[in-house]
């Protein structure tokens, strides 16, 4: 966006000429120069791992299913021999807050490693730009084929990244929407191309997104769309580890001074976001350690000691000392984070996996039967959420001679919701008129400690 000064009621002679202020940044290409080094190798090591999980877990099988699969349609959620119910949500909102308190401990210790390392942004960008110099070369090579003149070998080159972009970025939407529909369906949809509307919807969106992010935004979403990159600097305090530039040591700068910072540059060029670390810490910066790497290739070479550039704390860089792990913020996160996820998952180990509710039958109240007997009909929606069937045997208790008239005992399959229609009769005159609370025990015959009670309310009509 660009705004024209006016030259309001000066003559047309005298007026300056219209002033352009421009309302922000044009963004300016970047090419990542391509680096070696124990951080580089790092980074792929994590990218390697992370990938490994998200294109291998969906293929794993556990008890002759799929491991990991969020299964929508049946509302079911599996995670190896876990087995959670729209009931459970409670976990799985756990288990984000204990991810999101793990990032805040995370970054008040070592900073931006998560995105530097194993954010999904960082990690199919890297992937990509490893395509993009297998079509195009290094980062000269693709300065000089941006400035050339379209032609056969231009077409190719540019053509053939982005349809490996696009295989790519296919490949991962379709295992991406492989955790929500089994995914040895979906291949074998993905062959006859009869995918639902739901399927092609999320394949193309997440396909589309990781390739624009990937391949065309890239920095710009670590820039200006990561909410991250803007309250990060919230969790940092002066025994944070981060990127340094060591100013006294490497100033001032050039082949032909006394500073050990040559002005060299390469650390600008293989930044993945365009930085210039030497101006100090930026909210750009992703910790990726590139510079690093750069800048001890250069030491290296000119015979100097490395870590001009490298991992520090703001208190190290200016002589307060060394960096103090435990501190205010790091303890409460540490402790925090740890009572929670012993809560979560002594609550998951002690969790009974069955589940009843009790439904009366609102169209038949309390009524006098055959015999002067006293009836009650309930639904009984019994949810085994174990990968084993079991029978369980069902008994009423609250009130005297009070008993099941219907089957009592109901076979439940594996991970399977049964509704059972149960009538309760009582004695005439066995309780007064009106209420009573009652409950429902249902117990596994092969198993007496898998037992749940259910409190519901047993009429008595006048």
């Given at each position: 966006m660009e705004?024209?000064e006016?030259p309001?009621?000066?003559s047309e002679?005298n007026?300056?000429e219209?002033k352009?202020i421009?309302?922000?940044?044009?963004?300016?290409?970047i090419?990542?120069?391509e680096?070696?080094?124990?951080?580089?190798?790092?980074?792929?090591?994590?990218?390697?791992?992370?990938?490994?999980?998200f294109?291998g877990?969906a293929?794993?099988?556990?008890n002759?299913?799929q491991?990991?699969?969020?299964?929508?349609a049946t509302?079911?959620?599996?995670?190896?021999?876990l087995?959670?119910?729209?009931?459970?949500f409670?976990?799985?909102?756990a288990l984000?807050i204990a991810?999101?308190?793990?990032?805040?401990?995370?970054?008040?210790?070592?900073?931006?490693?998560?995105c530097?390392?194993?954010?999904?942004?960082?990690?199919y960008?890297?992937?990509?730009?490893?395509?993009?110099?297998k079509?195009?070369?290094?980062?000269?090579?693709?300065?000089?084929l941006k400035?050339?003149?379209w032609n056969?070998d231009?077409?190719?080159?540019k053509?053939g990244k982005h349809?490996a972009?696009l295989?790519?970025?296919?490949?991962?939407?379709f295992?991406?929407?492989?955790?929500?529909?089994?995914?040895?369906s979906?291949?074998?949809?993905?062959?006859?191309l009869n995918?639902?509307?739901?399927e092609?919807?999320?394949?193309?969106f997440?396909s589309?997104?990781?390739?624009?992010?990937a391949g065309?935004?890239?920095?710009q979403?670590?820039k200006?769309?990561?909410?991250?990159a803007?309250?990060?600097?919230?969790?940092f305090d002066?025994?944070?580890?981060?990127?340094t530039?060591?100013?006294?040591?490497?100033e001032?700068r050039g082949?032909?001074?006394?500073?050990?910072?040559?002005?060299?540059?390469?650390?600008v060029?293989?930044?993945?976001?365009g930085?210039?670390?030497?101006k100090?810490?930026?909210?750009?910066?992703?910790?990726c350690?590139?510079?690093?790497?750069a800048?001890?290739?250069?030491?290296?070479?000119?015979?100097q000691?490395?870590?001009?550039?490298?991992y520090?704390?703001?208190?190290a860089?200016?002589?307060?000392?060394h960096?103090?792990?435990?501190?205010p913020?790091?303890?409460i996160?540490t402790?925090?984070?740890?009572?929670?996820?012993?809560a979560v998952f002594?609550?998951?180990w002690l969790r009974?996996?069955?589940?009843v509710?009790?439904?009366r039958?609102?169209g038949?109240?309390?009524r006098e039967?055959e015999?002067?007997?006293?009836?009650?009909?309930?639904r009984?929606?019994v949810m085994?959420?174990?990968e084993?069937a079991?029978?369980?045997?069902?008994?009423?208790?609250?009130i005297?001679?009070?008993a099941?008239?219907?089957?009592?005992?109901?076979?439940?399959?594996?991970?399977?919701?049964l509704?059972?229609p149960v009538r309760?009769r009582?004695?005439?005159?066995?309780?007064?008129h009106?209420?009573h609370?009652?409950?429902?025990?249902l117990t596994a015959t092969?198993?007496?400690a898998?037992?749940?009670?259910?409190?519901?309310?047993?009429?008595v009509?006048?």
């Open positions: 705004l024209v006016s309001g009621s000066r002679m007026a300056p219209p352009v421009k309302m922000y940044a044009a963004r300016e290409d090419y990542p120069r680096i070696k080094g124990r951080y580089t190798s790092l980074r792929w090591l994590c990218l390697w791992l992370t990938q490994l999980v294109y877990f293929w794993l099988t556990w002759g299913r491991a990991l699969l969020f299964d929508l509302r079911k959620f599996y995670i190896f021999g087995v959670l119910w729209p009931q459970d409670i976990y799985l909102a984000l991810c999101a308190w793990g990032l805040f401990l995370v970054t008040a210790v070592a900073g931006r490693v998560w530097g390392y194993s954010c999904p942004q960082t990690v960008t890297e992937m990509f730009l490893w395509i993009e110099r079509f195009e070369g290094q980062r000269s090579a693709q300065m000089r400035k050339s003149p056969v231009k077409i190719w080159r053509g349809a972009w295989a790519l970025a296919l490949w991962t939407g295992t991406f929407v492989g955790y929500f529909t089994p995914i040895r979906l291949a074998h949809e993905t062959l006859t995918f639902g509307p739901w092609w919807f999320w394949v193309g997440y589309l997104a990781t390739y624009g992010n065309w935004l890239r920095e979403v670590c200006y769309m990561c909410p991250y803007r309250f990060q600097s919230a969790m002066r025994d944070t580890l981060i990127i530039y060591d100013e006294k040591r490497g001032p082949r032909d001074t006394t500073g050990s910072c040559i002005d060299c540059s390469l650390c060029q293989v930044c993945p976001t930085i210039d670390i030497r100090g810490l930026q909210y750009e910066c992703i910790g350690a590139a510079c690093i790497d800048c001890d290739i250069v030491m290296d070479k000119i015979e000691p490395r870590g001009l550039i490298c520090d704390t703001d208190r860089m200016h002589g307060g000392g960096a103090r792990l435990l501190r913020r790091v303890i996160y402790t925090a984070l740890t009572l929670f996820v012993t002594t609550t998951l009974t996996p069955l589940k509710d009790v439904i039958d609102r038949s109240m309390g039967v015999d002067g007997m006293i009836e009650n009909v309930y009984l929606q085994n959420t174990s084993q079991h029978n369980y045997r069902i008994r009423a208790t609250g005297d001679s009070l099941v008239v219907t089957e009592d005992v109901v076979q439940v399959r594996a991970t399977e919701t509704a059972v309760l009582m004695k005439h005159g066995a309780a007064d009106g209420s609370k009652i409950s429902f025990e092969d198993d007496p898998l037992s749940v009670k259910e409190n519901a309310v047993f009429i009509p006048r």
